[in-house]
Nanobody, 120 residues
Framework: QVQLVESGGGLVQPGGSLKLSCAAS????????MGWYRQAPGNQRELVAV???????SYVDSVKGRFTISRGDAKNTVYLEMNSLKPEDTGVYYC??????????????WGEGTLVTVSS
């Protein structure tokens, strides 16, 4: 089993920056990819960014050029640096982890989420 704990959410003005962090514990050897999903009020959950063990990254189009995903040296942490934030970035951000088959079966592990609010 894997536990994921997020931190770093909060209130930020449009155009501002925020950095989310996530620490994984437990059977982290089973994780080959870590990423961030978000869910805005009234919307479906969407994949924001993902990074595999091979350092391959993928972003949803709406955040390309503004968000950067990275992982710590120990591979049990993942970060999401968010710049030029917009009100539409508001939502609950979930840290996730999955195996090498995550594209087929989805992410296996989920954190409880951290709220990001972009508002003036």
């Amino acid at each position: 089993q894997v536990q994921l704990v997020e931190s770093g959410g909060g209130l930020v003005q449009p155009g501002g920056s925020l950095k989310l962090s996530c620490a994984a514990s437990g059977s982290i050897f089973s994780i080959n990819a870590m990423g961030w999903y978000r869910q805005a009020p009234g919307n479906q959950r969407e994949l924001v960014a993902v990074m595999t063990d091979g350092a391959s990254t993928s972003y949803v189009d709406s955040v390309k050029g503004r968000f950067t995903i990275s992982r710590g040296d120990a591979k049990n942490t993942v970060y999401l640096e968010m710049n030029s934030l917009k009100p539409e970035d508001t939502g609950v951000y979930y840290c996730t982890g999955g195996g090498s088959d995550w594209r087929l079966w989805g992410m296996r592990y989920w954190g409880e989420g951290t709220l990001v609010t972009v508002s003036s």
